[in-house]
């Protein structure tokens, strides 16, 4: 009931507009029984976007596929696909998120860290496990540290490079367009570990295969 005031109250007001008060009374609730359930608006705001991840069927088809170097290299692709839509696309919901992120960064960090941990929470054994098989099968190198932080290097870099796109003027043109999305996937899958041999057979293959279809939503 809260989630789906919410949701309306954002949908009509947008994040700055909205208030706990407001989703509240929408909600025919007292503020008090809210942040029982939700400890601050990042909180509320949060669990609707992991909530709209979790209903995307393209994103939950990916991660329920057999952990693998395919599904690893799928994973990534995917995720730059939908940062350069939220870029270069007219949803200006998507690129306000984007643009939240960023200054939770700046400011006390509270939404960026629950956004984070219902990322990990949702994707991030698929990736180390997909990881994992690449490295016995021989399409990656052995890692050292913590297999998690590769995720993490690969999300940062993406978000960084879609941040450069957001003004209306980009900060960097990034050279052809058209070559970005290749190159952004080449680059960070030779950086968590991929093998060229591997990229050329399973981004080519996938690229091939999936053309003309929505990318998977993973939003911030």
């Not at 990990?120 to 052995?142: H, Q």
Request: with cysteine.
């Amino acid at each position: 009931m809260i989630l789906g005031a919410a949701k309306r109250c954002f949908a009509r007001h947008g994040y700055t507009g909205t208030t706990t008060k407001s989703v509240a009374a929408a909600a025919a609730i007292s503020e008090a029984l809210l942040f029982k359930h939700f400890p601050s608006k990042a909180a509320l705001y949060a669990e609707i976007l992991s909530d709209e991840c979790e209903a995307d069927p393209a994103l939950m088809e990916l991660l329920e596929r057999e952990p693998s170097t395919a599904a690893l290299v799928e994973l990534i692709r995917g995720m730059v696909e939908h940062f350069l839509e939220v870029a270069d696309g007219p949803d200006q919901e998507e690129a306000q998120r984007l643009r939240l992120m960023a200054t939770s960064h700046l400011d006390d960090g509270e939404f960026a860290r629950l956004l984070y941990a219902k990322i990990e929470k949702l994707i991030g054994a698929v990736f180390v496990t997909s990881l994992e098989r690449a490295v016995a099968s021989g399409d990656a190198r052995p890692f050292s540290g913590d297999p998690l932080n590769l995720f993490w290097f690969a999300h940062h870099t993406v978000m960084m490079a879609a941040l450069t796109r957001l003004p209306a003027t980009p900060c960097l043109a990034y050279g052809r367009a058209g070559d970005l999305e290749r190159q952004l996937c080449e680059f960070l899958l030779r950086g968590i570990g991929l093998n060229d041999a591997a990229i050329a057979s399973h981004l080519g293959r996938d690229q091939a295969a999936d053309a003309g279809k929505p990318a998977i939503a993973e939003s911030a």
